[in-house]
């Protein structure tokens, strides 16, 4: 009773003197909606239930596989992939220098050799060997190595082209041209760390024929001078090589501005003789002087006699550029220009730019 009172009392508290509280009633709609959501929701615990056990389940054996799963994958990267290739071990390739080398000098006694001077083959070829020719028949003057190929790791084909002299019956030497033999050599030694590989030769040299030579294509000089220096181009190139390679006179007089040029020291020559002038120029007949910056190419064949009175024959690629009604040499070219590098134009004196004087002291000095 007291505590019906007292509830009594609190509820007449919370509402202002005069108002009204009815109490509804729930309707049977009402009823309904909460009965079907106190059902849902035993409905929905149940079935959770359900589900947190299968989840404790699904954690516990993830727990439980942790350590398996561990080693696969431990496994599975130590393991090399079935996909990729596998790497294959590179050829380790020595340099050419000692195994050509070798063969030179092998080839050199070869032909030297004959009968009772077989022993001088032993240091390249250690198989057996008997030589029925006379010692020196035949002889190396020199020996160039014109290809050296490893056709296999400490493995290598050399060929070696020798001018030969051959001894005739009475006693003398001729000359028996160039020839070729080709040498396998192998390496007997470490070719890594401090250890110098040593060589053999796994047979006996082989003659073979000469490498296929390219035919020499067409040289940029379509126009001929002649050997006279009527022509000023000619003359100044003239002059330019009596400077450069007999001193006389000074470089700086037939060189354009900015070109520096080097006489050869010691003077090799005391006398040059001017023997033949080709240029790219179309007008054989032109003997003037164009206007300035115009260039023109020289290939300039001369005599050189040195101070014995042995005359040589040298041949010199010059550019030449016009400047002040005279030509200058603006150039001292490394090789002599071809068809394709040096077009003749329509005109007898094209216009050009002037040659540079860093590219001219580049290749001449």
Do not use: C
Request: glycine share 10%; charged share 20%; proline share 7%.
């Amino acid at each position: 009773m007291k505590r019906s009172r007292r509830s009594a009392r609190r509820e007449n508290e919370a509402w202002p003197e005069g108002a009204v509280v009815e109490t509804v009633e729930p309707g049977p709609a009402e009823q309904d909606d909460e009965t079907q959501e106190a059902a849902g929701w035993k409905t929905s615990t149940a079935g959770l239930t359900g589900l947190a056990r299968l989840a404790r389940l699904g954690a516990w054996a993830l727990i439980a596989s942790g350590p398996v799963m561990g080693v696969l994958a431990l496994l599975s990267s130590s393991a090399p992939a079935q996909s990729a290739p596998k790497p294959q071990a590179a050829v380790e390739s020595t340099a050419a220098t000692g195994p050509a080398g070798f063969a030179q000098l092998f080839v050199g006694s070869y032909l030297e050799a004959g009968e009772g001077t077989e022993k001088n083959l032993a240091p390249y070829y250690s198989g057996s060997i008997a030589l029925t020719h006379p010692a020196g028949t035949r002889s190396a003057l020199r020996t160039q190595v014109m290809d050296a190929r490893e056709v296999s790791s400490g493995y290598w084909s050399v060929t070696v082209a020798v001018n030969v002299a051959a001894k005739s019956k009475k006693g003398g030497y001729t000359d028996a041209g160039v020839q070729y033999f080709r040498v396998a050599v192998q390496s007997t030694g470490s070719t890594t760390g401090n250890d110098t590989p040593g060589y053999t030769a796994v047979s006996l040299p082989a003659q073979v024929a000469s490498p296929r030579s390219l035919k020499p294509g067409d040289l940029g000089y379509p126009t001929s001078r002649g050997s006279g220096t009527a022509d000023p181009a000619s003359d100044a190139a003239a002059s330019f090589l009596k400077a450069y390679v007999a001193g006389q006179g000074e470089l700086d007089r037939y060189t354009a501005p900015g070109v520096r040029l080097s006489p050869v020291t010691p003077t090799p020559y005391s006398v040059i003789k001017l023997t033949g002038v080709q240029d790219d120029s179309s007008d054989s007949a032109d003997n003037k002087v164009p206007g300035d910056g115009v260039r023109r190419r020289l290939l300039v064949s001369v005599d050189a006699t040195d101070a014995d009175g042995n005359t040589f024959p040298l041949m010199y690629a010059l550019g030449l550029t016009a400047r002040a009604g005279r030509w200058e040499v603006s150039s001292l070219d490394d090789a002599p220009a071809t068809a394709a590098q040096s077009k003749p134009s329509s005109a007898p004196n094209a216009q050009a730019p002037a040659a540079r004087g860093s590219a001219a002291s580049s290749s001449g000095s």
